[in-house]
């Protein structure tokens, strides 16, 4: 990774991460659902905000920034969607949010399906994905049909294949349980299950993850794999071939599972 900053996770709630890219002296601050976690940070690291960005609506990823807006006067980028509050510079597909500081600019990347309007930032190396593409998993479909959410983790699945993926939560082990159940005959997968297991043991976060790594042993980014759509179909007892039909059945899947 770049030299010139890192990316820390600051916990909030059960199971969220809200992500902070930071210096010796700077941050930004991506899906702060709360506030507190976020002030406390900032205090012990003796770190100045400087911009703040959010992937979509859900209170645990936007719940803090209106506090910390009104502490700390700085850009808040966030997609068009008017249930986000404090937004001062809404984003669509294409735009770039620059982080000067970082010498870093965040590709936006508008991923439907979790939510209709969440959007993924994108550059230097690093994914910010909010609740679309999990470790291991994906997002549940709140607003969007699985054709969309389909088509945005192809989407996200094209970027380089070292990308690290930052995902909104710690969801990893549950993931990985689910991921064997439909593939059980995949190596990568054991292997990713034994260190995360090792990581969550130490109570060490499993992310990011890289994307490599995702294209190998996640089962909503393999749809086309003809085992993966063997097992779905199965499930579904009928004859999927559609990677969108797989993946419609998987998630539905999840859901019970
Ligand atoms: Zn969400």
């Known amino acids: 990774m770049d030299a010139s900053f890192q990316v820390e996770p600051i916990h909030a709630f059960n199971d969220n991460y809200i992500w902070c890219i930071r210096d010796h002296a700077t941050a930004a601050i991506v899906d702060p659902g709360d506030a507190g976690p976020v002030f406390k ?33 700085v850009p808040v980028f966030a997609p068009f969607d008017d249930r986000i509050s404090a937004v001062t510079h809404p984003v669509g597909d294409g735009d770039l949010v620059e982080l000067p500081v970082f010498n870093i600019a965040l590709q936006v990347l508008e991923i439907p399906g979790h939510t209709r309007t ?6 230097a190396n690093l994914l910010f994905c909010g609740d679309t593409l999990f470790a291991c998993g994906c997002g549940r479909l709140f ?6 959410m389909h088509a945005s983790l192809t989407r996200l ?10 995902c909104g939560h710690e969801y990893t082990l549950a993931n990985l349980r689910f991921g064997l159940t439909v593939d ?8 990713w299950e034994r260190e ?16 490599a790594r995702e294209k190998q042993a ?40």
């Not at 770190?47 to 992937?55: G, K, M, Q």
């Not at 699945?157 to 930052?166: I, N, Q, R």
């Not at 990677?243 to 859901?255: D, I, S």
């Open 41 to 73: 940070y900032l205090a012990k690291e003796k770190l100045h905000l400087s911009a703040i960005l959010a992937t979509h609506h859900h209170a645990d990823h936007v719940g803090g920034i209106a506090a910390l807006a009104s502490v700390h006067p």
């Open 184 to 191: 059980p005959g995949n190596a990568a997968l054991r292997a």
């Open 218 to 257: 996640n089962p909503f980014l393999r749809c086309e794999d003809p085992g993966v759509a063997a097992r779905a179909s199965r499930e579904a007892r009928t004859a999927l071939s559609n990677p969108a039909e797989v993946f419609a059945v998987l998630r539905e899947w999840k859901n019970r599972f």
């Open 143 to 148: 607003e969007g049909t699985p054709m969309q």
């Open 157 to 166: 699945a094209a970027l380089p294949d070292e990308t690290l993926v930052y």
């Open 118 to 123: 969440h959007v993924a930032y994108y550059g």
């Open 196 to 211: 995360a297991t090792e990581q969550r043991s130490l109570n060490r976060p499993t992310l990011p993850s890289v994307l």
